[in-house]
């Protein structure tokens, strides 16, 4: 069984420096993509980061010059690390992993349950 726990949001002020985490753990045998999406009450779900299994990263233009992603693979683990937080940076923030799944001996997309980043002006 494939778990992702997500650590690192809470209230912080605008212009602050947050750094969130997901660590997937349970029947692993490789991870390959592994982003970070949010999601702010009545919008959509959008890609904020994202990292391959060879390091490559991607940033949409509008978080590009303020998100980093950063993984390390002897932990299973993804970080985002956010620079001059705005207000609009409230979401709730999920981990996405895709992985192999040694129970069910296929490979899959796995979510984290979200954590809230809230930033005040």
């Known amino acids: 069984q494939v778990q992702l726990v997500e650590s690192g949001g809470g209230l912080v002020q605008a212009g602050e420096y947050l750094t969130l985490s997901c660590q997937a753990s349970?029947?692993?045998?490789?991870?390959?993509?592994m982003g970070w999406f949010r999601q702010a009450p009545g919008t959509r779900r959008e890609l904020v980061a994202s990292?391959?299994?060879?390091?490559?990263?991607y940033y949409p233009d509008s978080v590009k010059d303020r998100f980093s992603i950063s993984r390390d693979n002897a932990k299973n683990t993804v970080y985002l690390n956010v620079h001059g937080l705005k207000p609009e940076d409230t979401a709730l923030y999920y981990c996405?992993?895709?992985?192999?799944?040694?129970?069910?001996?296929?490979?899959?997309?796995?979510w984290g349950q979200g954590t809230q980043v809230t930033v005040s002006s």
């Open positions: 349970g029947s692993i045998r490789s991870i390959n993509f």
């Open positions: 996405n992993v895709d992985l192999y799944d040694t129970t069910t001996q296929s490979r899959g997309s796995y």
């Open positions: 990292i391959t299994g060879d390091d490559r990263t």
